[in-house]
Nanobody, 115 residues
Framework: QVQLVESGGGLVQPGGSLKLSCRASRTISTILKMSWYRQAPGKQRELVALSTNTGTTTYTDSVKGRFTISRDDAKNSIYLQMNRLKPEDTAVYYC?????????WGQGTQVTVRS
């Protein structure tokens, strides 16, 4: 079992930036996939970005070129750098780990983009 704690959410104006952090309770170097999901009000949770422990990253189309996922195994952490934020990026952002049949979620951090 891995405990995940997100931080870094907040209120930002359109066009602004935020960096989310997710710290795991143990080493993430052996965790196959570390991801960021988001869930907006009234919508299903969706995958935003994924990072594997072999260096592969993938992004949902709506954030490509604006968001960057990174991981620091030494700090047991992953990050999501979000640039050129849009109102439609407003959501609760969740950190996720997946390794084999074991999936863990953080508690989420709110990101609100508005003028």
């Amino acid at each position: 079992q891995v405990q995940l704690v997100e931080s870094g959410g907040g209120l930002v104006q359109p066009g602004g930036s935020l960096k989310l952090s997710c710290r795991a309770s143990r080493t993430i170097s052996t965790i196959l996939k570390m991801s960021w999901y988001r869930q907006a009000p009234g919508k299903q949770r969706e995958l935003v970005a994924l990072s594997t422990n072999t260096g592969t990253t993938t992004y949902t189309d709506s954030v490509k070129g604006r968001f960057t996922i990174s991981r620091d195994d030494a700090k047991n952490s992953i990050y999501l750098q979000m640039n050129r934020l849009k109102p439609e990026d407003t959501a609760v952002y969740y950190c996720n780990s997946e390794s084999g049949f074991v999936t863990n979620w953080g508690q989420g951090t709110q990101v609100t983009v508005r003028s």
